[in-house]
């Protein structure tokens, strides 16, 4: 036996070694592919260190005593050894900056923002470049990039009486603005939503200058925070829910101000001077998502949408009425046994910058059949990147949006998380859901 498997081997060695030897068939020459492995260099939004934090919305009863208020508190943390400034902007739901503050953090450092205290009560964060830094921090005065140190001494304290009522005033009736146009919707709310930026000092200039991006804004990805929502009111809620904040890296990470990125366009491509409009290097956002949704049963189960949304308005306008109402492609709602409802392609939507709004809405597509549950299918471009003539956009493009999914059960459970984007802020995915339809109509 041991003689037959020598034998095999000898017959089989030349063959292998003729095969070694053969030359491979020609192949045309391809292009070589651009492959990233670089993470942060991604359109793809991430938890990860950024820029700049998105909270998508926000709702606080200013008019009620804290124990029964709607609120919302968020953290800002910074991940880096070396101090950091975090400018802080509120706006309102139709993204007129309502209040603006700088927060000094020293390194390591978290601070948490009750929008309670800042809106109801006028008690912004008092934040100092003269605070003691912690063992493992570098000193306060140990980050180059900061232009300086001395306008940061002492931020934050009570808002001026008058201040606090116009601020107020704009995130509850859209009034109260200096331009004497309406900038918000009626609400019985604070209603709006909060960015947070690196920045280079304690600078109070106003983020509706092109300025502010071109000179103010830093580019290190060192911001991370999360936000929760409470309603301890029992009548009407009883719940709180919590998700982390949006995070925007800029692309490249650090270095001083300057336009080159790889990326198409940028976060806030509405407000970059011209010549330079991704100058705030941020990450954009993508248009199309998917949102799972509960409604009813004997637990009582109810989803809402926070809908993020780009607005249509130049960045500098002190006008913001084209953000009031935008249009998006109606939604295609999908059952538990995959049966699409969708309105008319007539009967286009409309909603502000930031907003939250019941599954159950007329906004959106009826459940039909007997089914609790299933997703939705939606693309929220605002349409103002095709129009012919006036676009804010810097190119023609969908507009950058988020949807965070708010599910509750019992008037006691509650959980916040992100929809599923369908596809980056890069690519374009213009008529997505109106796709879709198409697609189930042909088979």
Aim: aromatic share 8%; proline share 7%; charged share 15%.
């Amino acid at each position: 036996m041991k003689r037959i498997l020598f034998a095999v081997v000898l017959a089989v060695i030349p063959v292998l070694a003729t095969a070694g030897t053969r030359r491979p068939a020609a192949h045309p020459p391809q292009a070589p592919r651009e492959v990233t492995t670089e993470n942060n260099a991604s359109c793809d939004i991430s938890t990860s260190p950024a820029a700049t934090l998105l909270l998508p919305y926000f709702e606080v009863d200013i008019a009620k005593h804290v124990s029964r208020a709607r609120n919302a508190i968020f953290s800002v943390i910074n991940t880096s050894r070396s101090p950091q400034i975090a400018r802080v902007t509120v706006w309102s739901d139709q993204g007129y900056p309502a209040l603006w503050f700088n927060l000094f953090l020293t390194g390591y450092d978290v601070e948490s923002i009750s929008l309670y205290d800042v809106l109801a009560r006028g008690a912004v964060p008092q934040t100092s470049s003269r605070t003691e830094r912690g063992l493992k921090s570098a000193s306060n005065s140990d980050n180059p990039r900061i232009l300086s140190v001395e306008s940061c001494g002492e931020n934050g304290g009570r808002l001026d009486p008058s201040v606090l009522t116009a601020v107020q005033s704009i995130l509850t009736t859209g009034q109260g603005a200096s331009s004497g146009c309406r900038v918000g919707t009626v609400h019985d709310a604070a209603t709006g939503f909060v960015t947070v930026d690196v920045v280079n000092g304690c600078s109070t200039i106003s983020p509706l200058e092109m300025s502010y991006y071109s000179q103010v804004l830093l580019f290190d990805n060192v911001l991370t925070g999360d936000y929760e929502r409470i309603d301890p009111d029992v009548d009407t809620g009883n719940l709180a829910g919590g998700n982390p904040l949006v995070h925007l890296k800029a692309i490249p990470d650090g270095g001083g101000a300057s336009n080159n990125t790889p990326l198409p366009y940028t976060f806030y491509d509405r407000f970059t001077p011209p010549g330079a409009r991704k100058m705030d290097r941020r990450q954009p956002l993508p248009a199309a998502f998917a949102a799972r949704f509960i409604e009813g049963g004997t637990g009582k189960f109810h989803t809402d949408y926070v809908l993020w949304r780009e607005g249509a308005s130049a960045g500098a306008a002190l006008c913001v009425s084209s953000n009031a109402a935008m249009p998006f492609e109606p939604a295609v709602r999908f059952d538990e046994s995959e049966n699409p409802s969708a309105l008319t392609s007539a009967s286009y939507v409309n909603s502000p910058m930031s907003s939250s709004i019941a599954t159950t809405s007329k906004l959106f597509p009826p459940l039909t059949g007997y089914g609790l549950t299933g997703w939705m299918v939606m693309n929220l471009d605002n349409s103002a990147g095709h129009q012919a003539a006036g676009s804010p956009f810097s190119s023609p493009r969908p507009s950058q949006n988020w949807v965070i999914v708010k599910l509750s059960a019992e008037g006691r459970y509650a959980v916040d998380y992100d929809a599923t984007s369908l596809k980056n802020g890069c690519t374009n995915s213009s008529g997505y859901a109106t796709t879709v339809v198409k697609m189930g109509n042909e088979k």
